[in-house]
């Protein structure tokens, strides 16, 4: 069974600040994907990390995936009020029909104004 | 973009009902699609994974019988929680892979907040 480790699990900190949030495995994934999911609602797909070592931005958020495609991290910069939600990160093993995507626990996070 | 429809979107039952929650893929062919249980606050638990056309592939704990997964067509998931009892409350979501496309991505649904009374 793969297992994907995500920490924090929780995180408070206040507008402005910028976090780290890591995602761990002793498995190598083909692919990991990172996603936002506000209450009641689904997650949304932020980013996909392929190649090991990439780094990838979107606005204040940079995602980099391990050279050995095992682990990864989203960095948000000068965090706001609007990036509360829960992050989750999944890593897919793919092989035909057999493609599956592993979630971590999730980091909750709340960026107070 | 790919879109995924699920309905009900939150849906109050009482003890021992059956309930049916759809996933449809709006734009494009669904051959795999994905069932997960979410608790508040915690993440996502893979609950089966159906193929069109075939039995579904539950994961370890879950009871087939109980969650019913039917893929009968390209575009249509359903999964039926059968006698439904308080602790299948849950939020549970569905999604989908494009088969026509060689990308690991998928589209998740907007969940439904099933609630048994």
């Known amino acids: 069974t793969q297992l994907l480790e995500q920490s924090p699990q929780f995180l408070s900190i206040q507008e402005g600040e910028n976090l780290t949030v890591y995602c761990n495995s002793s498995?190598?994934?083909?692919?990991l994907q990172w996603y936002r999911q506000e209450p009641g609602e689904g997650p949304v797909l932020l980013v996909t990390?392929?190649?090991?070592?990439e780094v990838k931005k979107l606005k204040r958020l940079t995602f980099q995936f391990g050279d050995a495609r095992k682990d990864s991290s989203l960095h948000i910069t000068a965090a706001q009020p609007g990036d509360t939600g829960l992050y989750l990160c999944a890593g897919a093993s793919s092989g035909g029909s057999n493609y599956k995507l592993t979630f971590g626990k999730g980091t909750l996070l709340t960026v107070n104004p | 973009g790919a879109v995924v429809s699920q309905h009900p979107s939150r849906v109050i039952c009482k003890s021992g009902t059956s309930v049916k929650i759809e996933c449809r893929s709006l734009d494009f062919q669904a051959t795999t699609m994905f069932w997960y249980r979410q608790f508040p606050k915690q993440s996502l638990m893979l609950m089966a994974t159906s193929n069109e056309g075939s039995k579904a592939t539950y994961e370890q704990g879950v009871e087939k019988d109980k969650f019913l997964i039917n893929h009968a067509s390209l575009t249509l998931s359903t999964l039926t929680v059968t006698s439904a009892h308080p602790e299948d409350s849950s939020f549970y979501i569905c999604?989908?892979?494009?088969?026509?496309?060689?990308?690991?991505?998928?589209?998740f649904g907007s969940g439904t907040q099933l609630s048994v009374l």
């Open positions: 498995s190598v994934f083909s692919s």
């Open positions: 999604s989908a892979r494009d088969g026509q496309q060689l990308n690991e991505k998928l589209f």
């Open positions: 990390v392929v190649t090991g070592g």
